[in-house]
Protein backbone atom coordinates (compact mmCIF):
# COMPACT_ATOMS: atom_id res chain seq x y z
CA UNK A 1 0.00 0.00 0.00
CA UNK A 2 1.08 3.29 -0.90
CA UNK A 3 2.01 6.08 1.68
CA UNK A 4 -0.43 8.33 -0.23
CA UNK A 5 -3.21 5.41 0.32
CA UNK A 6 -2.29 4.63 3.88
CA UNK A 7 -2.71 8.60 4.75
CA UNK A 8 -6.17 8.44 2.69
CA UNK A 9 -7.54 5.16 4.60
CA UNK A 10 -6.31 6.81 7.81
CA UNK A 11 -8.74 9.72 7.32
CA UNK A 12 -11.47 7.37 6.19
CA UNK A 13 -11.38 5.50 9.70
CA UNK A 14 -11.42 8.50 11.55
CA UNK A 15 -13.74 9.96 10.17
CA UNK A 16 -15.91 6.66 9.91
CA UNK A 17 -15.59 6.10 13.66
CA UNK A 18 -16.50 9.11 14.85
CA UNK A 19 -19.45 8.84 13.04
CA UNK A 20 -19.10 11.48 10.87
CA UNK A 21 -20.17 10.15 7.73
CA UNK A 22 -23.75 9.41 6.74
CA UNK A 23 -24.87 6.31 5.35
CA UNK A 24 -26.49 8.58 2.24
CA UNK A 25 -22.70 9.89 1.44
CA UNK A 26 -21.10 6.03 1.95
CA UNK A 27 -23.35 5.03 -0.37
CA UNK A 28 -23.03 7.59 -2.63
CA UNK A 29 -19.74 7.53 -2.62
CA UNK A 30 -19.38 3.42 -3.07
CA UNK A 31 -21.64 4.01 -5.94
CA UNK A 32 -18.83 6.22 -7.09
CA UNK A 33 -16.41 3.61 -6.60
CA UNK A 34 -17.52 1.12 -8.57
CA UNK A 35 -18.40 3.45 -11.42
CA UNK A 36 -14.60 4.51 -11.63
CA UNK A 37 -13.52 0.31 -11.54
CA UNK A 38 -16.13 -0.27 -14.33
CA UNK A 39 -14.12 2.78 -16.26
CA UNK A 40 -10.61 1.84 -15.10
CA UNK A 41 -11.26 -1.74 -16.78
CA UNK A 42 -12.46 -1.23 -19.46
CA UNK A 43 -10.47 1.40 -20.62
CA UNK A 44 -8.41 0.63 -24.39
CA UNK A 45 -11.83 -1.27 -25.35
CA UNK A 46 -12.27 -4.44 -26.23
CA UNK A 47 -8.51 -5.15 -27.38
CA UNK A 48 -7.03 -4.04 -24.49
CA UNK A 49 -9.49 -5.25 -22.24
CA UNK A 50 -8.76 -8.77 -23.84
CA UNK A 51 -5.01 -8.33 -23.56
CA UNK A 52 -5.26 -7.61 -20.07
CA UNK A 53 -7.39 -11.02 -19.41
CA UNK A 54 -4.95 -13.06 -21.20
CA UNK A 55 -2.31 -11.76 -18.59
CA UNK A 56 -3.95 -12.07 -15.69
CA UNK A 57 -5.06 -15.53 -16.93
CA UNK A 58 -1.44 -16.68 -17.49
CA UNK A 59 -0.94 -15.48 -13.68
CA UNK A 60 -3.32 -17.53 -12.72
CA UNK A 61 -1.63 -20.45 -14.29
CA UNK A 62 1.61 -20.08 -11.92
CA UNK A 63 2.60 -19.70 -8.80
CA UNK A 64 0.85 -21.26 -5.59
CA UNK A 65 -2.88 -21.86 -5.24
CA UNK A 66 -3.59 -19.23 -2.42
CA UNK A 67 -1.08 -16.32 -1.82
CA UNK A 68 -1.69 -14.34 1.73
CA UNK A 69 -3.37 -17.19 3.06
CA UNK A 70 -3.05 -15.94 6.56
CA UNK A 71 -4.89 -12.99 5.75
CA UNK A 72 -8.09 -14.77 5.04
CA UNK A 73 -8.16 -15.72 8.75
CA UNK A 74 -6.92 -11.94 10.21
CA UNK A 75 -9.67 -10.24 8.21
CA UNK A 76 -12.81 -12.80 8.25
CA UNK A 77 -12.70 -15.96 10.25
CA UNK A 78 -10.65 -15.72 13.40
CA UNK A 79 -13.05 -13.36 14.23
CA UNK A 80 -15.12 -14.79 17.26
CA UNK A 81 -18.63 -16.91 15.73
CA UNK A 82 -20.32 -15.39 18.22
CA UNK A 83 -19.57 -11.92 15.76
CA UNK A 84 -20.74 -13.62 12.77
CA UNK A 85 -24.31 -14.53 14.27
CA UNK A 86 -24.84 -11.33 15.16
CA UNK A 87 -25.27 -10.19 11.39
CA UNK A 88 -25.50 -13.90 8.90
CA UNK A 89 -28.25 -15.97 8.97
CA UNK A 90 -29.44 -18.56 11.34
CA UNK A 91 -27.52 -20.84 9.39
CA UNK A 92 -24.51 -18.64 9.01
CA UNK A 93 -24.10 -18.50 5.26
CA UNK A 94 -21.34 -16.22 4.76
CA UNK A 95 -22.04 -16.04 0.81
CA UNK A 96 -25.02 -15.24 -1.50
CA UNK A 97 -28.72 -15.94 -0.68
CA UNK A 98 -31.55 -16.30 -3.20
CA UNK A 99 -33.98 -14.01 -2.79
CA UNK A 100 -36.79 -15.88 -5.17
CA UNK A 101 -40.41 -15.10 -5.48
CA UNK A 102 -42.33 -14.41 -2.34
CA UNK A 103 -38.71 -14.47 -0.57
CA UNK A 104 -38.34 -11.82 1.96
CA UNK A 105 -36.44 -13.09 4.91
CA UNK A 106 -32.86 -13.47 5.61
CA UNK A 107 -33.26 -17.16 6.54
CA UNK A 108 -35.51 -18.57 3.87
CA UNK A 109 -32.97 -17.17 1.87
CA UNK A 110 -30.50 -18.81 3.06
CA UNK A 111 -31.96 -22.10 2.79
CA UNK A 112 -33.18 -21.69 -0.41
CA UNK A 113 -29.34 -21.12 -2.53
CA UNK A 114 -28.45 -24.32 -0.40
CA UNK A 115 -31.18 -25.98 -1.52
CA UNK A 116 -30.32 -24.42 -5.38
CA UNK A 117 -26.87 -25.43 -4.87
CA UNK A 118 -27.55 -28.81 -4.11
CA UNK A 119 -29.59 -29.04 -6.86
CA UNK A 120 -27.48 -27.50 -9.53
CA UNK A 121 -24.76 -29.52 -7.68
CA UNK A 122 -26.88 -32.82 -8.88
CA UNK A 123 -26.49 -33.81 -5.15
CA UNK A 124 -28.19 -37.11 -4.28
CA UNK A 125 -28.45 -39.20 -1.26
CA UNK A 126 -26.05 -41.37 -0.37
CA UNK A 127 -22.98 -39.37 -1.96
CA UNK A 128 -19.26 -38.33 -0.76
CA UNK A 129 -18.88 -34.89 -0.85
CA UNK A 130 -16.25 -31.96 -0.10
CA UNK A 131 -16.67 -29.01 1.05
CA UNK A 132 -14.01 -26.73 -0.18
CA UNK A 133 -13.63 -23.44 1.49
CA UNK A 134 -16.45 -24.12 3.97
CA UNK A 135 -17.07 -21.44 5.39
CA UNK A 136 -19.01 -22.12 8.99
CA UNK A 137 -20.18 -25.16 8.02
CA UNK A 138 -23.52 -23.96 6.42
CA UNK A 139 -23.44 -26.19 3.20
CA UNK A 140 -21.90 -29.38 4.75
CA UNK A 141 -24.47 -29.31 7.96
CA UNK A 142 -27.33 -28.63 5.18
CA UNK A 143 -25.97 -31.58 3.22
CA UNK A 144 -26.32 -33.63 6.77
CA UNK A 145 -29.85 -32.38 7.52
CA UNK A 146 -31.19 -33.03 3.90
CA UNK A 147 -29.25 -36.03 2.70
CA UNK A 148 -29.20 -38.66 5.45
CA UNK A 149 -27.27 -41.49 3.70
CA UNK A 150 -24.19 -38.61 2.37
CA UNK A 151 -21.19 -38.08 4.27
CA UNK A 152 -19.25 -35.09 3.80
CA UNK A 153 -15.60 -33.62 4.44
CA UNK A 154 -15.44 -30.18 4.75
CA UNK A 155 -11.99 -28.18 4.87
CA UNK A 156 -11.17 -24.90 6.14
CA UNK A 157 -8.75 -22.50 6.58
CA UNK A 158 -9.69 -21.31 10.00
CA UNK A 159 -9.15 -23.35 12.89
CA UNK A 160 -12.24 -21.42 15.50
CA UNK A 161 -14.61 -22.42 12.18
CA UNK A 162 -13.80 -25.84 12.79
CA UNK A 163 -14.42 -25.85 16.38
CA UNK A 164 -17.80 -23.90 15.93
CA UNK A 165 -18.88 -26.22 13.17
CA UNK A 166 -17.80 -29.42 15.34
CA UNK A 167 -19.70 -27.97 18.07
CA UNK A 168 -23.08 -27.40 15.96
CA UNK A 169 -22.35 -31.26 14.55
CA UNK A 170 -22.17 -33.13 17.92
CA UNK A 171 -25.09 -31.33 19.04
CA UNK A 172 -27.22 -32.62 15.82
CA UNK A 173 -25.44 -35.65 15.96
CA UNK A 174 -24.15 -36.10 12.75
CA UNK A 175 -20.47 -36.91 14.23
CA UNK A 176 -20.60 -40.62 11.98
CA UNK A 177 -21.08 -38.38 8.34
CA UNK A 178 -19.37 -35.30 8.74
CA UNK A 179 -15.69 -34.60 9.37
CA UNK A 180 -13.67 -31.16 9.58
CA UNK A 181 -10.11 -30.51 8.35
CA UNK A 182 -8.28 -27.57 9.42
CA UNK A 183 -6.04 -26.91 6.06
CA UNK A 184 -4.17 -24.51 4.05
CA UNK A 185 -5.31 -25.93 0.60
CA UNK A 186 -2.18 -25.40 -0.92
CA UNK A 187 -0.88 -28.66 0.86
CA UNK A 188 -4.54 -30.41 1.22
CA UNK A 189 -4.47 -34.19 0.56
CA UNK A 190 -7.68 -35.16 1.25
CA UNK A 191 -6.78 -38.74 0.24
CA UNK A 192 -9.63 -40.35 -0.89
CA UNK A 193 -11.94 -39.38 -3.99
CA UNK A 194 -15.71 -37.78 -3.70
CA UNK A 195 -18.85 -38.25 -5.70
CA UNK A 196 -19.23 -34.61 -5.63
CA UNK A 197 -16.44 -31.28 -4.35
CA UNK A 198 -18.80 -28.18 -4.06
CA UNK A 199 -16.88 -24.12 -3.50
CA UNK A 200 -19.02 -21.85 -2.20
CA UNK A 201 -17.39 -18.56 -2.43
CA UNK A 202 -13.64 -19.93 -2.42
CA UNK A 203 -12.17 -19.64 -5.83
CA UNK A 204 -12.14 -15.64 -5.73
CA UNK A 205 -9.26 -15.93 -2.91
CA UNK A 206 -7.43 -18.32 -4.94
CA UNK A 207 -4.39 -17.51 -7.60
CA UNK A 208 -3.54 -20.49 -9.12
CA UNK A 209 -6.80 -22.28 -10.75
CA UNK A 210 -5.42 -24.53 -13.20
CA UNK A 211 -3.79 -26.09 -10.43
CA UNK A 212 -6.36 -26.21 -8.09
CA UNK A 213 -8.81 -27.60 -10.38
CA UNK A 214 -5.96 -30.40 -11.48
CA UNK A 215 -6.25 -31.30 -7.78
CA UNK A 216 -10.04 -31.52 -7.40
CA UNK A 217 -9.66 -33.72 -10.94
CA UNK A 218 -7.96 -36.08 -8.72
CA UNK A 219 -10.09 -36.08 -5.95
CA UNK A 220 -13.19 -36.53 -7.77
CA UNK A 221 -14.49 -40.52 -8.76
CA UNK A 222 -14.88 -40.81 -12.65
CA UNK A 223 -18.42 -39.69 -12.97
CA UNK A 224 -18.15 -36.72 -9.80
CA UNK A 225 -19.09 -33.18 -10.34
CA UNK A 226 -17.68 -30.06 -9.06
CA UNK A 227 -20.01 -27.26 -8.58
CA UNK A 228 -18.23 -23.74 -7.95
CA UNK A 229 -20.43 -20.79 -6.45
CA UNK A 230 -18.17 -17.31 -7.08
CA UNK A 231 -19.23 -13.87 -6.86
CA UNK A 232 -18.15 -12.63 -10.41
CA UNK A 233 -19.00 -9.33 -12.86
CA UNK A 234 -20.86 -10.25 -15.97
CA UNK A 235 -17.57 -9.70 -18.13
CA UNK A 236 -14.80 -8.10 -16.71
CA UNK A 237 -12.02 -10.08 -14.57
CA UNK A 238 -9.32 -7.99 -12.67
CA UNK A 239 -7.71 -8.37 -9.76
CA UNK A 240 -9.02 -6.74 -6.25
CA UNK A 241 -5.81 -4.77 -5.17
CA UNK A 242 -6.21 -1.14 -5.19
CA UNK A 243 -9.35 -0.08 -2.82
CA UNK A 244 -9.99 0.49 0.87
CA UNK A 245 -12.14 -2.71 0.92
CA UNK A 246 -9.36 -4.71 -0.80
CA UNK A 247 -6.87 -4.17 1.22
CA UNK A 248 -9.05 -4.65 4.13
CA UNK A 249 -11.10 -7.42 3.59
CA UNK A 250 -9.88 -9.29 0.39
CA UNK A 251 -6.26 -9.50 0.28
CA UNK A 252 -4.82 -11.34 -2.74
CA UNK A 253 -8.36 -11.44 -4.22
CA UNK A 254 -9.64 -11.46 -7.48
CA UNK A 255 -13.07 -10.63 -9.34
CA UNK A 256 -13.75 -13.42 -11.96
CA UNK A 257 -15.91 -12.67 -15.06
CA UNK A 258 -18.94 -14.96 -15.56
CA UNK A 259 -17.00 -16.85 -17.95
CA UNK A 260 -13.42 -16.94 -16.82
CA UNK A 261 -13.69 -20.67 -15.75
CA UNK A 262 -14.09 -21.46 -19.62
CA UNK A 263 -10.49 -20.48 -19.59
CA UNK A 264 -9.63 -23.26 -17.06
CA UNK A 265 -10.88 -26.38 -18.56
CA UNK A 266 -7.39 -28.66 -18.88
CA UNK A 267 -8.46 -31.18 -16.31
CA UNK A 268 -12.32 -30.63 -15.96
CA UNK A 269 -14.63 -29.39 -18.28
CA UNK A 270 -17.72 -26.89 -17.68
CA UNK A 271 -20.96 -28.80 -18.04
CA UNK A 272 -23.87 -25.88 -17.12
CA UNK A 273 -23.57 -22.30 -16.01
CA UNK A 274 -25.72 -20.25 -14.80
CA UNK A 275 -26.14 -16.46 -14.08
CA UNK A 276 -27.42 -15.06 -10.63
CA UNK A 277 -28.65 -11.03 -10.93
CA UNK A 278 -26.30 -9.23 -8.33
CA UNK A 279 -29.97 -7.95 -6.71
CA UNK A 280 -29.45 -11.18 -4.54
CA UNK A 281 -26.59 -10.00 -3.37
CA UNK A 282 -27.46 -6.80 -2.54
CA UNK A 283 -30.49 -7.96 -0.91
CA UNK A 284 -28.46 -10.38 1.21
CA UNK A 285 -25.70 -7.48 2.54
CA UNK A 286 -28.46 -5.34 3.36
CA UNK A 287 -30.32 -8.24 5.43
CA UNK A 288 -26.67 -8.71 7.09
CA UNK A 289 -26.32 -4.53 7.82
CA UNK A 290 -29.73 -4.43 9.24
CA UNK A 291 -28.79 -6.62 11.68
CA UNK A 292 -25.63 -5.72 12.63
CA UNK A 293 -26.87 -2.40 13.29
CA UNK A 294 -29.76 -3.64 15.28
CA UNK A 295 -26.86 -5.35 17.31
CA UNK A 296 -24.36 -2.66 17.14
CA UNK A 297 -23.75 -2.72 21.13
CA UNK A 298 -22.90 -6.52 21.44
CA UNK A 299 -21.15 -6.32 18.45
CA UNK A 300 -19.00 -3.83 19.72
CA UNK A 301 -18.15 -5.25 22.77
CA UNK A 302 -17.44 -8.77 20.87
CA UNK A 303 -15.00 -7.00 18.26
CA UNK A 304 -13.66 -5.17 22.03
CA UNK A 305 -12.91 -8.47 23.42
CA UNK A 306 -11.34 -10.09 20.39
CA UNK A 307 -9.23 -7.32 19.10
CA UNK A 308 -9.01 -4.66 22.42
CA UNK A 309 -11.21 -2.21 23.26
CA UNK A 310 -9.58 1.06 21.37
CA UNK A 311 -10.05 -0.91 18.29
CA UNK A 312 -13.52 -1.87 18.70
CA UNK A 313 -15.31 1.12 17.52
CA UNK A 314 -13.08 1.24 14.17
CA UNK A 315 -13.60 -2.04 13.22
CA UNK A 316 -17.18 -1.93 13.77
CA UNK A 317 -17.41 1.13 11.89
CA UNK A 318 -15.29 -0.84 8.86
CA UNK A 319 -17.39 -3.49 8.85
CA UNK A 320 -20.77 -1.54 8.69
CA UNK A 321 -18.58 0.32 5.50
CA UNK A 322 -17.37 -3.30 3.81
CA UNK A 323 -21.29 -4.48 4.14
CA UNK A 324 -22.50 -1.31 2.87
CA UNK A 325 -20.34 -0.38 0.21
CA UNK A 326 -20.39 -4.29 -1.27
CA UNK A 327 -24.45 -4.22 -1.22
CA UNK A 328 -23.95 -0.88 -3.42
CA UNK A 329 -21.66 -2.75 -6.03
CA UNK A 330 -23.75 -5.69 -6.34
CA UNK A 331 -26.66 -3.67 -6.54
CA UNK A 332 -25.65 -1.35 -9.11
CA UNK A 333 -27.66 -0.88 -12.28
CA UNK A 334 -30.39 -3.21 -11.10
CA UNK A 335 -27.99 -6.55 -10.46
CA UNK A 336 -26.62 -6.52 -13.96
CA UNK A 337 -22.71 -5.70 -13.58
CA UNK A 338 -21.60 -7.87 -10.50
CA UNK A 339 -23.56 -11.04 -10.01
CA UNK A 340 -22.70 -14.55 -8.78
CA UNK A 341 -21.89 -17.47 -11.01
CA UNK A 342 -22.41 -21.12 -10.99
CA UNK A 343 -20.91 -23.41 -12.70
CA UNK A 344 -20.77 -27.63 -12.85
CA UNK A 345 -17.40 -29.48 -13.90
CA UNK A 346 -16.48 -32.89 -14.82
CA UNK A 347 -13.83 -34.60 -15.22
CA UNK A 348 -12.12 -35.25 -18.80
Known amino acids: MSVLARARYGLLDRALERGLLPDSV ?21 EQQEQRLGELVETMRSGPIAESVASANEQHYELPAEFFELFLGPRLKYSCGWWGDGVADLAVAEEAML ?37 VVAVSNSASQRAW ?13 LTVITADVNTLTPGRRF ?11 MRN ?8 AGWLEPDGRL ?11 YEFAG ?56 ARIVLGEALGESHAARALAGWRLFLLSTGQM ?19
Open 227 to 237: FVHVFSHRRLA
Open 115 to 151: ELSCERAGLEDGMSVLDLGCGWGSMSLWICERYPQAS
Open 26 to 46: LAAGARAGARTRLRKEQRGGV
Open 243 to 298: TWAADRFFTAGRMPSHELLLRFQRDLEVRASWAVSGTHYARTLSAWLERLDAHAGR
Open 195 to 205: DRVVSIEMFEH
Open 209 to 216: WEALLARI
Open 330 to 348: WGLRDGQEWMVSHHLLAPR
Open 165 to 177: IESVRDRRGFQDR
